[in-house]
Structures are given as structure tokens and as C-alpha cells.
């Protein structure tokens, strides 16, 4: 992870009015935001944030897409989905320092818009009560939103799961069904065969 090099860029309130997240904030709050705003850049195939570890910083994608995935708690990896200009995470480490929930990795070099805890931290202080209700909803929307695409991953794994392993059932049932018939049809034989020898055998010879 690195900072883009060259002069410091001071980003529009706009682009950063595309995160559910900051768009309860007024144009001026936004405009003091993007103030400190830092730039970065990521390579492809290397994370942004990994499960499991601690961040005080929210990204906005500006140039390239990331990649999004956790595992559960039976270590399975689920693919949340892939992020790309304008779309932001990372939201709830500006609130509470959280721990990543997921693994945020770049697909392709990329460029994220960085906004560092502490510094929108000095926003929120000057927001009113109305507003700061409006934040916890935006966040609160996206969390939701974010539990349900992960529901709806499980799901349709666990689902995929069960399919294969009723068809693994379904095969093994067929098989044994006719390793049985392959060993029957030559024990019927013999059966059969010594059964008429044992008749033979019974039976009074001929003089």
C-alpha cells in the first residue's frame, strides 16, 4: 500500500456523495472531508484490509475494483462480490476502530480515496443530532445489506452442497444396487446348480 506521489489532490465533495455512508452529510461537511482525504494505491492481487484485522480507515474506489470475501466460522470462504468506482468500504472502522469483517483484495491495480478516522471524527463533532441519526441509518443500511448478500451466499452454498451430496447418495444407492444384482445372478446360479445335483444325487440310481 502506498500514497499516490505528487502534489496533494483535493477530491469534490461529489465523489465522495456516492457512499451510502457520507451521504447524510451536508456539501460543506463533504467538502471538509475530502480535505483530508488521502490517495493510494494497490497493486493487483494484494488486500486492502483482511479479515480479522484491526482499521481506523474508509476506501473509496477511484480507478480499478476489489474483490470481497470472509470465511465462516467453518473456515468456508463466501464471495461477497467485487466493488468498483465510487463504491466505498471500510465504513464502520470510522466509528468504533471495528475489525475487518472481511478480506478486501485488489483484481486489478487500483486507486482508492482514503478518509482516516480521526479526521472525520473532527466532522461528526460539529454534526447535529438529526444528522448523526441520518449517519447511523446509512451505516445501518449497508451493514443490512451486506448480511443479506452473505445470507443469500451461504444459502445458495449449503444448498449446492446438499444437492451434491443427495446425488452422491442416489449413486451409491445405484451402485450398490448393482454390485448386489452382479453377485445374486451367479449365487442363483450355483444355487441352482447345486440343487439339481442335489436331486440327482438323492435319487435312486438306475440299474
Not at 23 to 49: H, N, R, T, W
Not at 73 to 78: H, Q, R
Not at 152 to 175: D, G, I, N, S, V
Amino acid at each position: 500500500m502506498q500514497s499516490i506521489p505528487g502534489e496533494k489532490t483535493v477530491f469534490t465533495p461529489n465523489i465522495l456523495r456516492h457512499s451510502l455512508f457520507l451521504s447524510a452529510f451536508s456539501e460543506k461537511q463533504l467538502a471538509v472531508i475530502a480535505e483530508g482525504a488521502m490517495p493510494i494505491s494497490i497493486q493487483a492481487d494484494q488486500a486492502v484490509l483482511r479479515q480479522g484485522e484491526h482499521s481506523a480507515v474508509m476506501y473509496i474506489v477511484i480507478k480499478g475494483r476489489v474483490g470481497v470475501d470472509r470465511r465462516d466460522t467453518n473456515g468456508e470462504l463466501i464471495k461477497l462480490g467485487e466493488l468498483t468506482l465510487h463504491e466505498s468500504f471500510g465504513e464502520s472502522a470510522l466509528l468504533g476502530r471495528g475489525i475487518c469483517r472481511a478480506t478486501v483484495t485488489a483484481l486489478e491495480d487500483s486507486e482508492f480515496l482514503t478518509i482516516d478516522r480521526n479526521h472525520f471524527m473532527e466532522v461528526v463533532r460539529q454534526v447535529s443530532l438529526e444528522e448523526m441519526i441520518d449517519i447511523f441509518s446509512a451505516l445501518g443500511a449497508q451493514v443490512q445489506l451486506s448480511s443479506e448478500i452473505e445470507f443469500e451466499q451461504t444459502l445458495t452454498r449449503r444448498t449446492l452442497a446438499a444437492q451434491m451430496e443427495a446425488e452422491k447418495q442416489r449413486a451409491l444407492t445405484e451402485m450398490v444396487a448393482g454390485v448386489a444384482h452382479e453377485i445374486n445372478t451367479p449365487l442363483g446360479a450355483i444355487n441352482a446348480a447345486v440343487s439339481i445335483m442335489a436331486r440327482e444325487l438323492a435319487a435312486p440310481k438306475e440299474v
